[in-house]
């Protein structure tokens, strides 16, 4: 049976409200102090998506879930539902893009986006990871698109074209050379912002996703995007 993207939200919103979820979630509160003052899975989420507080907590947040739902049990399905919906803006976002680049249809992007979060959160290593949020997000977003260029690759291949027209067909992206010009071409420009710029204007990102990546505060972000955009527009401008 397929839903629709925003039904799938209703229904993780609606079991987590039940009290068989309150009851697993008490559980990974009272097993995880950074959790301890959340009385309720709505409160823990008002929290995560707030624009304001401490990003460095949330991130705390997030790690004790990605550890609950690295185990077993009720405590395990529990924290992996909070993780989808506290990473939901983001995957919203990786479906939009996935869709402009034409990476499958609407239920197969779908379905893909969920199960390739699941599988990243499984197998995060939290000791290699400084950012829970924007590392997931990335690599759910970037195995999507090499999957896809990978089969579309062998289609082509099959049927006796060019790999290298495959590679920068446009259909899933700019393929690898393309990118590969467009960074030496920015970079020219815009030095270490030139990658700040490709992911915000070209593929999509918000500039607090960006940031993340980069390692900047989303205030940071911001200020060297509009400081980039302002140094291209001037260098444009000079073109005859």
């Not at 030095?191 to 070209?202: E, K, N, Q």
Request: proline residues 2%; negative net charge; glycine residues 8%.
């Amino acid at each position: 049976m397929s839903f629709a993207w925003h039904e799938i939200r209703d229904h993780l919103m609606h079991s987590s409200s039940n009290l068989h979820f309150q009851r697993s979630f008490d559980g990974v509160r009272h097993a995880n102090a950074a959790l301890a003052s959340f009385r309720d899975p709505a409160a823990l989420l008002d929290g995560l998506h707030g624009t304001t507080g401490d990003q460095g907590q949330k991130n705390v947040i997030l790690s004790a879930l990605v550890r609950a739902a690295q185990g077993d049990g009720p405590a395990s399905d529990c924290a992996l539902t909070l993780l989808l919906l506290a990473l939901w803006p983001g995957l919203d976002a990786i479906r939009r893009r996935s869709l402009w680049r034409r990476l499958g249809t609407a239920d197969e992007v779908a379905s893909d986006v969920l199960a390739r979060t699941t599988e990243a959160v499984s197998g995060l290593d939290l000791g290699r990871v400084n950012w829970i949020a924007a590392t997931v997000l990335r690599n759910v977003e970037r195995d999507m698109i090499r999957v896809h260029q990978r089969d579309q690759t062998r289609e082509h291949l099959a049927s006796g074209a060019d790999p290298d027209e495959v590679a920068d067909s446009g259909d899933s992206g700019i393929g690898a050379a393309g990118y590969a010009r467009l960074n030496g071409a920015v970079r020219k420009l815009l030095g270490d912002d030139a990658l700040l710029v490709i992911r915000v204007a070209i593929e999509g990102f918000s500039q607090a996703e960006a940031g993340a990546e980069l390692g900047l505060t989303e205030a940071a972000a911001r200020k060297r995007y509009q400081r980039a955009m302002r140094r291209l527009h001037d260098a444009l401008q000079e073109i005859p």
